[in-house]
């Protein structure tokens, strides 16, 4: 994404893992990438409890990601992570190893879609398309996915009976999936928003995978919300910016790494970026003040990591 307009085309051209909404040099390096991504084995994260991802019945246009070993986590509740994917795409397992990582400290996570690539990958029913026909997931599949998480907590029989917090929920989602999350966030039962190599156009109303929207969008959030970005070479890195600096009346933070809009979703266990979103996820959901050290004060963990350049407001 650009500051200014740019074809749709372009915006939505992601490969099937979703990696980067930018073209590969060509057709066969796509190929090979999305072969290297697909070998890859599922991890169980970083977390104390080992994730695992699963495709239900009950919930079959959208993927799980969760503590394998539920029990495991005894009184602790799970936090629920909503989560759109880069390119709008309806293959959920494009950024697993982010989602499994965040899954892994106790949260769970529900992505829209199947599992089209890697370990448990199914065929679709019909051929994949191009382009605008490619977009196969919408902004309200994300509430459908709390109003699911709710329903379970409150299922006797469920494997979720009493075991989900109700108010720590999060919203997020990568590039489209971004805009999906910020289409989202005034949903009331949200405790917090975390938009992911995204942002909406600089000039003029933000057009794709169905949706068009401008910047009073941003009026409708109401919780502390963070913003990560792949630095200035991401081509969401304008549009981010500047969603933070005409955001005013929440808490609000900015990440910067300098790895483009690709960001560390494929590196192990989702990189730098997955543990900077779970450390801001066990402050704003868990109250977990060791985590809050990597946001807060001047001397936070973020400004003095070399690796990121971090902004704030109305946060300490």
């Known amino acids: 994404m ?33 072969r290297e991504r697909a070998a890859m084995p599922d991890t169980p994260g970083t977390g104390p409890y080992a994730a695992t991802k699963m495709s239900i019945p009950e919930l079959s246009d959208h993927v799980i990601y969760r503590p394998r070993n539920l029990d495991a986590m005894g009184a602790t509740r799970l936090g629920v992570y909503v989560f759109g994917n880069g390119g709008c795409t309806d293959d959920a397992a494009s950024s697993r190893p982010h989602l499994l990582e965040v899954a892994s400290h106790g949260y769970l996570v529900v992505a829209p879609g199947r599992i089209y690539s890697g370990p448990g990958a199914v065929e679709r029913d019909e051929p994949a398309r191009e382009g605008i026909d490619s977009v ?10 709390i109003d699911w998480a709710l329903a379970e907590n409150a299922r006797k029989g469920s494997p979720y009976y009493n075991r989900i917090d109700p108010a720590a929920i999060a919203i997020s989602g990568y590039s489209c999936g971004g805009i999906q999350a910020l289409l989202n966030a005034k949903d009331e039962r949200a405790a917090t928003v975390v938009i992911m190599n995204s942002g909406l156009f600089v000039d003029g109303n933000t057009q794709m995978a169905g949706m068009e929207v401008g910047k009073e969008l941003l009026r409708d959030l109401h919780t502390p919300t963070l913003y990560v970005l ?54 704003q959901l868990r109250g977990d003040s060791a985590a809050g050290r990597s946001f807060l004060g001047a001397d936070c963990g973020l400004c003095t990591d070399p690796n990121w350049d971090f902004k704030k407001k109305q946060l300490d």
């Not at 915006?11 to 099937?16: H, K, N, R, V, W």
């Not at 196969?136 to 996915?145: D, N, V």
């Not at 600096?245 to 910067?256: D, E, F, G, R, S």
């Open 136 to 145: 196969r997931t919408r902004p309200e599949q994300l509430a459908q996915a």
């Open 230 to 283: 792949g630095g200035p070479s991401d081509i969401a890195y304008a549009n981010g910016m500047d969603d933070y600096a005409k955001i005013t009346h929440v808490p609000l933070a900015v990440a910067n790494i300098d790895v483009g809009h690709g960001g560390t979703y494929w590196e192990p266990n989702g990189g730098k970026a997955a543990q900077v979103v779970v450390n801001w996820l066990n402050w």
């Open 2 to 34: 650009k500051g200014n307009r740019i074809g749709i085309s372009i915006l939505l051209a992601a490969t099937i893992t979703g990696a980067t909404l930018a073209q590969p040099p060509n057709q066969e390096a796509q190929a090979r990438l999305e």
